[in-house]
């Protein structure tokens, strides 16, 4: 089992920037992407940004420019800088791992808890 916690959600005015962070702890065997989700009120779960293990990025369009994903594989943790904050950025901010527990076996997702990003206008 693999366990995420996040932090560093809070509001934030609009212009402004958060700094998310995500640890990955438990039986860790090969982390091979880490990625942020976000869901608002009234909507589906959508993408924000994921990272693979040989340090790829990828980006909802929404975001592009505003956020960099970063991550410390030694740590197992992977980071989220949103800069240029909208309200528009307003949800919850869910972790997300896809992890394999062994060399040969299937590869399955864990999320985290979720944190709240407020954005205020």
């Known amino acids: 089992q693999v366990q995420l916690v996040e932090s560093g959600g809070g509001l934030v005015q609009a212009g402004g920037s958060l700094r998310l962070s995500c640890a990955a702890s438990?039986?860790?065997?090969?982390?091979?992407?880490m990625g942020w989700y976000r869901q608002a009120p009234g909507k589906q779960r959508e993408v924000v940004a994921t990272?693979?293990?040989?340090?790829?990025?990828n980006y909802a369009d929404p975001v592009k420019g505003r956020f960099t994903i970063s991550r410390d594989s030694p740590k197992n943790t992977v980071y989220l800088q949103m800069n240029s904050l909208k309200p528009e950025d307003t949800a919850v901010y869910y972790c997300?791992?896809?992890?394999?527990?062994?060399?040969?076996?299937?590869?399955?997702?864990?999320w985290g808890q979720g944190t709240q990003v407020t954005v205020s206008s």
């Open positions: 990272i693979s293990s040989g340090g790829s990025t």
């Open positions: 438990g039986r860790i065997f090969n982390i091979r992407s």
């Open positions: 997300n791992a896809v992890h394999k527990a062994s060399l040969l076996g299937p590869a399955s997702d864990y």
